[in-house]
Nanobody
Framework: QVQLVESGGGLVQPGGSLRLSCAAS????????MGWYRQAPGKDRELVAH???????TYSDSVKGRFTISRDNANVTVYLQMNTLKPEDTAVYYC?????????WGQGTQVTVSS
């Protein structure tokens, strides 16, 4: 059974930082592209960042320069370091794993940026 378990969300003030983690089980983690998506109230789910098995990274324009995605294959975990957070970053953040025609989602973790 595949599980992606996110942690690290919470309430932070504008300009602050958070680090999200996603621990995977039930997949051959090292061959999967891993990613983070987010969904704000009333909006569609959108890509935040991807990292391939080879370490290539992709970011949405809205987070480029502020967020960093990384992966630790030995600990089957993917991270999202979020700096200089803005109120518009408020959303539920979802972990994603994809390889060929397989993809999986985590349950999501809430990030709220507010003073």
């Amino acid at each position: 059974q595949v599980q992606l378990v996110e942690s690290g969300g919470g309430l932070v003030q504008p300009g602050g930082s958070l680090r999200l983690s996603c621990a995977a089980s039930g997949i051959n983690f090292s061959i999967y592209t891993m990613g983070w998506y987010r969904q704000a109230p009333g909006k569609d789910r959108e890509l935040v960042a991807h990292i391939t098995s080879g370490g290539a990274r992709t970011y949405s324009d809205s987070v480029k320069g502020r967020f960093t995605i990384s992966r630790d294959n030995a600990n089957v975990t993917v991270y999202l370091q979020m700096n200089t957070l803005k109120p518009e970053d408020t959303a539920v953040y979802y972990c994603w794993a994809g390889w060929r025609f397989d993809d999986y989602w985590g349950q999501g973790t809430q990030v709220t940026v507010s003073s």
